[in-house]
Protein backbone atom coordinates (compact mmCIF):
# COMPACT_ATOMS: atom_id res chain seq x y z
CA UNK A 1 0.00 0.00 0.00
CA UNK A 2 3.07 2.26 1.10
CA UNK A 3 4.25 1.50 -2.55
CA UNK A 4 1.10 2.38 -4.54
CA UNK A 5 0.94 5.60 -2.52
CA UNK A 6 4.23 6.65 -3.12
CA UNK A 7 4.80 6.02 -6.83
CA UNK A 8 1.61 6.48 -8.15
CA UNK A 9 -1.12 8.68 -5.56
CA UNK A 10 1.11 11.20 -4.22
CA UNK A 11 2.34 12.43 -7.47
CA UNK A 12 -1.02 12.15 -9.18
CA UNK A 13 -4.34 13.97 -9.27
CA UNK A 14 -7.68 11.84 -9.69
CA UNK A 15 -10.30 13.29 -11.10
CA UNK A 16 -13.03 11.03 -10.08
CA UNK A 17 -13.45 7.67 -9.54
CA UNK A 18 -13.26 5.90 -12.74
CA UNK A 19 -9.72 7.63 -13.37
CA UNK A 20 -8.72 6.83 -9.57
CA UNK A 21 -9.72 2.76 -10.56
CA UNK A 22 -8.14 2.91 -13.92
CA UNK A 23 -4.74 4.67 -12.36
CA UNK A 24 -4.82 1.86 -9.55
CA UNK A 25 -5.66 -1.68 -12.02
CA UNK A 26 -2.45 0.22 -14.35
CA UNK A 27 -0.54 0.25 -11.49
CA UNK A 28 -1.26 -3.19 -10.04
CA UNK A 29 0.01 -4.26 -13.74
CA UNK A 30 2.56 -2.86 -13.59
CA UNK A 31 3.80 -3.46 -10.17
CA UNK A 32 2.98 -7.44 -10.80
CA UNK A 33 4.28 -8.14 -13.97
CA UNK A 34 7.59 -6.07 -14.72
CA UNK A 35 8.77 -4.10 -11.92
CA UNK A 36 11.72 -5.88 -10.43
CA UNK A 37 11.52 -6.48 -6.82
CA UNK A 38 14.14 -7.05 -4.54
CA UNK A 39 14.12 -10.48 -4.27
CA UNK A 40 16.53 -13.09 -4.92
CA UNK A 41 18.33 -11.47 -8.01
CA UNK A 42 15.66 -8.99 -8.50
CA UNK A 43 13.43 -11.78 -9.55
CA UNK A 44 9.70 -10.74 -10.67
CA UNK A 45 6.99 -12.59 -9.30
CA UNK A 46 5.44 -14.05 -12.28
CA UNK A 47 8.40 -14.53 -14.60
CA UNK A 48 11.62 -16.77 -14.53
CA UNK A 49 14.51 -14.65 -14.87
CA UNK A 50 15.81 -13.62 -17.78
CA UNK A 51 19.15 -15.48 -19.71
CA UNK A 52 22.76 -13.32 -18.68
CA UNK A 53 24.46 -11.41 -21.05
CA UNK A 54 28.13 -13.06 -21.10
CA UNK A 55 29.69 -11.24 -24.05
CA UNK A 56 31.41 -7.87 -22.86
CA UNK A 57 30.57 -6.84 -26.53
CA UNK A 58 26.95 -7.33 -26.11
CA UNK A 59 26.53 -5.13 -23.50
CA UNK A 60 27.74 -2.36 -26.02
CA UNK A 61 25.42 -3.20 -28.43
CA UNK A 62 22.37 -3.39 -26.40
CA UNK A 63 19.36 -1.10 -27.27
CA UNK A 64 16.64 -0.48 -24.77
CA UNK A 65 12.91 0.19 -25.11
CA UNK A 66 11.06 2.46 -22.93
CA UNK A 67 6.71 2.14 -22.38
CA UNK A 68 5.05 4.58 -20.60
CA UNK A 69 2.60 4.05 -18.45
CA UNK A 70 0.02 6.66 -17.24
CA UNK A 71 1.27 9.30 -19.04
CA UNK A 72 4.44 8.82 -18.35
CA UNK A 73 4.06 8.39 -14.39
CA UNK A 74 5.22 4.23 -14.57
CA UNK A 75 7.99 3.36 -17.27
CA UNK A 76 9.24 0.17 -18.34
CA UNK A 77 12.17 -0.71 -19.80
CA UNK A 78 12.66 -3.61 -22.13
CA UNK A 79 15.79 -5.04 -24.94
CA UNK A 80 15.14 -4.34 -28.12
CA UNK A 81 15.03 -7.09 -30.34
Known sequence: MRTCRHELLDRTPMWNQRHLLHALREFEAFYNEHRP?????????QQPL?????????????????NQRLGGILNEYRHAA
Open 50 to 66: PSPIVEPADVAHMKVRR
Open 37 to 45: HRGIANVRP
